[in-house]
């Protein structure tokens, strides 16, 4: 692709979309450029992918078509602030930030600008990111595919109505670190009953990976796929019969729920 790439923050998902844009080549590093405050994120990122980094927001924003603001939404304020005079009629601001919205983004710059809002989740990094996008009016159709060209680089990107995207925060945004509590749980329980530590994480995570793919690749129900697994007076049911009396399905929602909630409220 022919376009530069900037990252305002270069913190845990920056990196994650920065690590899977030059994997699968879409961008060279040439094309990148992040700003960072320490010195120490400024020297480390440049040295992980060696990309240019910056302290100074600005040279991000000369440098760059699109411009991700990829700090924590209590940030947003001071960085759009600091920006907004250099940007221009071309370029495309992309948030990252949950409960941000495209007017609220909009009426800071207190401009007409082109914005992306998008919320996508760190399994960005080997290329099975989940993004989730909206966009405000003074994007077009051509340029949304351009942004969608870059996120579809690092898994898959869907665009949804904008009332959807607190939604987008809980189940994929965010969900990755519940899997990650659900892998080590598992693998906790093989430990417990004499499983070495890193065998366990092998097999729970490859049980997750695998799940996955199931419901995606076969399209079958999951209840159906859960069917499939529990053998009647079998073992699977029995670990079902557990999770069902402890609330696990009624524990996902409720968190869930909180979890759009805080975004709703950023
Ligand atoms: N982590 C995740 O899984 C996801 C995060 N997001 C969103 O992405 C955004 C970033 O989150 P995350 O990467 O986790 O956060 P991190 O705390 O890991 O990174 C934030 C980055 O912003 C930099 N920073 C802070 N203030 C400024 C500033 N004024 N100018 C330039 N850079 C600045 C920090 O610099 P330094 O390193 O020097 O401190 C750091 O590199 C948030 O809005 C978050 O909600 C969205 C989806 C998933
Ligand atoms: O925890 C957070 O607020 C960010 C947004 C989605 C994932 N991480």
């Known amino acids: 692709m022919n376009v530069t790439l900037g990252f305002i ?18 961008l060279m590093k040439e094309q990148i450029i992040a700003s960072a405050v320490s010195d120490s994120t400024v020297a480390k990122v440049s040295e992980q992918f060696g990309i240019k980094t910056t302290k100074d927001n600005l040279q991000v924003v000369e440098n760059s ?3 991700f603001l990829a700090v924590k939404p209590q940030y947003y304020e001071t960085v759009i602030h600091e920006i907004r005079e250099k940007i221009t009629d071309n370029q495309i601001i992309v948030s990252i930030a949950p409960g941000k919205t495209v007017d609220w983004l909009g ?12 919320m996508p989740n760190t399994p960005a ?9 909206c966009k405000n009016n003074n994007v077009t159709a051509e340029e949304l595919e351009e942004v969608c060209r870059i996120l579809n680089g690092f898994g898959k990107a869907a665009v949804v109505k904008e009332d ?10 965010s969900s990755p670190a519940y899997v990650f509590l659900f892998i ?13 530590r890193n ?18 690749e076969t399209k079958k129900h999951p209840g159906e796929l859960k069917d499939m697994v529990c053998s009647p007076g079998g073992t699977t049911i029995e670990a079902i019969r557990v999770l069902e009396e402890k ?15 805080k975004a709703r409220e950023l």
Not at 107 to 118: A, N, P, Q, S
Not at 184 to 196: F, I, K, L
Not at 201 to 215: D, I, N, P, W
Not at 247 to 261: D, L, N, P, Q, Y
Request: glycine letters at 12%; a negative charge.
């Open 184 to 196: 080590e749980a598992m693998a906790d329980a093989a430990v417990a009953d004499g499983m070495p």
């Open 247 to 261: 609330g696990f399905r009624s524990s996902v929602i409720e968190a869930m729920k909180a979890c759009t909630k």
């Open 199 to 216: 065998l366990a994480y092998e097999f729970a995570a490859s049980a997750v990976l695998g799940s996955a793919k199931m419901v995606i």
């Open 65 to 67: 078509d699109i411009i």
């Open 107 to 118: 009426d800071l710059f207190g401009k007409e600008v082109k914005i992306v809002r998008t």
């Open 125 to 133: 990094l080997v290329l099975e990111g989940m993004t989730g996008v």
């Open 9 to 26: 923050g270069c913190g845990n998902m920056a990196k994650a979309m920065i690590g899977g844009i030059l994997k699968n080549g879409i």
């Open 164 to 173: 959807l995207m607190d939604v987008v925060v809980s189940v994929s945004g």
